[in-house]
């Protein structure tokens, strides 16, 4: 059963950055597309960025789009977070999906992670 665990969350000022890990046990990653989505108090949790299962492909979110990068290698998934906002303030989470094609909608991710919160100061 593959549990997900991701790592690298804090406390950061406003400009700063945060890299965020997400890593497989009791499985890898290989043939999963990856995703990150986050939740801030009192919202629904929103998609932040796809990676396809050989890296070949990627998808942001336009809140995010060229501050933040989803990259992967053979054990784990990573958000590079750049130029963070207070906006930025959530739990973040990673989720795995066994589609052929890069996906947004949460409800189709099987596996999550427990999440590692990000806080932004202003």
């Known amino acids: 059963q593959m549990q997900l665990v991701e790592s690298g969350g804090g406390l950061v000022q406003a400009g700063g950055s945060l890299r965020l890990s997400c890593a497989a046990s009791?499985?890898?990653?290989?043939?999963?597309?990856m995703g990150w989505f986050r939740q801030a108090p009192g919202k629904e949790r929103e998609f932040v960025a796809a990676?396809?299962?050989?890296?070949?492909d990627t998808d942001h979110a336009d809140s995010v789009k060229g501050r933040f990068t989803i990259s992967r290698d053979n054990a784990k998934v990573y958000l590079q977070m750049n130029s963070l906002e207070p906006e930025d303030t959530a739990v973040y989470y990673c989720?795995?999906?066994?589609?052929?094609?890069?996906?947004?909608?949460?409800?189709?991710?099987?596996?999550w992670g427990q999440g590692t919160q990000v806080t932004v100061s202003s």
């Open positions: 009791g499985r890898t990653l290989s043939g999963y597309n």
């Open positions: 989720a795995a999906d066994a589609a052929w094609f890069l996906r947004r909608n949460s409800s189709v991710y099987r596996k």
């Open positions: 990676i396809i299962w050989n890296g070949g």
